[in-house]
């Protein structure tokens, strides 16, 4: 045995969120919830954080929560990839080490782990973490108003990326990305920084 656990050499720990970056969670849930209620949600009606149950007739988050777990298959089993995510994943880990970190519920690890399998995502490393920040990595990408906030205060010497959307705002220090492609650019510029180093 060689002492190499993998065919790609890895520059950058890559922290990579799931909800909003790599898995489209609004239209995963949008689409089952029209499904089951003939409603006529959009994905653009979500703007804000933690409010998903105004949308809806559920009366709480927690009512919310409950039926997007489900009985058997919870949404997140189902949600489409968001553009471009896994073509630059796979990109990516040709080069460097890709970090899953998700602050996902304990009911959604197995579909979770499902989800990444079936898409074929190279995740070396899969954490489920509200905490993100006690994951080391260089560089993060995250769409959470919390997590950008927490991962700015508490590595500020890494590299932090807000996915740009509706309920998150632009935060000192951060750099925002509005796709995959604008992430690929920002890793290969903190890449050669630490070549050159
Ligand atoms: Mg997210």
Redesign the pocket.
Known sequence: MGERLTESPELLRLGI?????VAD?NAGWIERYNREFAASLHPDHVVGWDELHRLTGFETMDEFWAWARGRDRSVFRDLPPMPGALEALRELATRHRVVII??RFDWAVSDTLAWLAEHGVIAREVHFQAAKYRVPCDIYL???PY?IEALARERPERTVCR?VTPWNHPRAGVVDVHDWAEFQGVVAQVADRALDA
Request: charged share 40%.
């Open positions: 969120d799931m909800d909003g970056v969670f998700t602050a995250d769409d959470s997590q996915r």
